[in-house]
Every structure is written in C-alpha cells, then in structure tokens.
C-alpha cells in the first residue's frame, strides 16, 4: 500500500525567509499529489497539487517540486509570513479497486513562524 | 453559502454509547469523505461516499458506519463507542472524485469541515 512521510514534524523559520517542507512517498504508481494546510481547530485547506507528469508547479508564494527518481515532493513558500503557520499534510493519490481514487495522507509537518 | 458543517463540536462519550455524527454541504458536491485525525497519524479515511445511498470502506472502517441518504449529508455512526475511537473527525466533500484529470485546475479539492473532536471515557 501506500505511505507518506514527512521528514521534520516541526520547523521553525523567521518571517521573510523561505520555508522548504519535505515529503516521501512510498509507491511509485502515485501519479498525483497535494498539499494541504491545516491551522489550529480548524479543517486542512488545498494549498497545491501537481501530477506526476510535471516536476514542478507554482502557486501564489507556493511552489510544489516531485522528484520522481526519488519519491519525493517538496513545498516550498517564499516569504514566510507568520499568517503560514499551521501544519502542512501532503497526500498522495491511491486508487481502489472499485475504481475510484482516495487521498493518502502524510503525518504533517508544524510550521511555527517567529517575526 | 456555508461550505461543509458539522455537528456536534465536541462530544464526550462513555464506552459502549453509540452517536451519530452529521456532516452537511451545500456546494451540491457528488463525493463526501469522512476522516478520523490522531496525533502523529495525520488524516486517515474511514468511509467515504460516491453519490446518494452509496457508499464505500476506507482505511479504517472498523466500529463505524455511515449513511448518505441525502446528497447533502453524510452520516458517521458509532454503534459501540471504544477509547480507541478517541479522535478528531472530519468531513469532506468534492465535486469530482480525486482524479489527476478532473476538471480545472482545483477540481480535485476536497473541501473540509471544521472538525468533531470526540472523547470516548
């Protein structure tokens, strides 16, 4: 099956640097990804998402990278801002057998921003 | 437009009570999911649902069971409730199934209530 890992549970930046949160994927047959924000008490937003035909896409500050070498995904935000603070989840696509697809969750990393 | 709702917020239990948490959305979305969320375990799918009267097992759909009797609702059941089932739960719903080419650059976004956070003593 599948698994998605993140590699820091916690990172810590100051306000204005660039925040770069990791993520590993265990199969190879995930052809699509997403990032998600979650703030405290409340529900995970879309941030991003990128399919596996694509190594990189950008958003609004966001900029998602997929090594597919590797199984790796990358959310980068530039500028951090103590607004970006909450816990990021990537997930990845898993499809079942009655042919529909669902999300599989990473653990989340907890992005503190400090002005 | 209120999005995705849940009810209730909070909700403590003793072992072997039964609830039923209801989960509403008024974006007319054919696809609704509900998630249970424990500390260092990020979201896991517990049922999810595909259109009115049909749904499907997820991850963990051990001690529960749901209903979408209604497009607009899905409804997660704990028949016997355990400590185990200690946990955050959330809702969500899309207009399209999570495909790599559903339409639009954000048709595969699901769209998350605010959570249950329930108790089981």
């Known amino acids: 099956g599948e698994s998605v890992g993140l590699h820091l549970p916690t990172l810590s930046v100051q306000e204005g640097d660039n925040s770069i949160i990791n993520c590993a994927y265990s199969?190879?047959?995930?052809?699509?990804f997403i990032w998600y924000k979650q703030e405290s008490g409340k529900g995970p937003q879309f941030i991003i998402d990128i399919r596996s035909n694509m190594d990189k896409r950008q958003g609004q500050r966001v900029t998602v990278l997929l090594n597919k070498t590797v199984k790796h995904l990358s959310l980068q935000i530039a500028a951090t801002q103590p607004g970006d603070s909450a816990v990021y989840f990537c997930a990845a696509l898993r499809r079942v057998n009655s042919g529909y697809s669902t999300l599989t969750f990473g653990k989340g990393t907890m992005l503190l921003v400090s002005p | 437009n209120a999005g995705v709702t849940q009810t209730p917020k909070f909700r403590v239990l003793k072992t072997g009570q039964s609830m039923t948490l209801l989960c509403a959305q008024d974006?007319?979305?054919?696809?609704m999911y509900w998630y249970r969320q424990d500390p260092g375990m990020g979201l896991r799918l517990i049922h999810y649902s595909v259109g009115e009267g049909t749904t499907a097992k997820g991850e963990v759909p051990d001690g529960y069971n749901v209903s979408r009797l209604k497009k607009q609702n899905f409804l997660l059941g704990l028949e016997s409730a355990a400590p185990s089932q200690t946990s955050v739960y959330f809702c969500a719903s899309s207009y399209s199934p999570i495909w790599p080419l559903a339409g639009g650059p954000r048709g595969n976004e699901q769209f998350f209530g605010p959570g249950t956070r329930l108790t089981v003593l």
């Open positions: 199969n190879s047959a995930s052809d699509y």
């Open positions: 974006m007319n979305h054919e696809y």
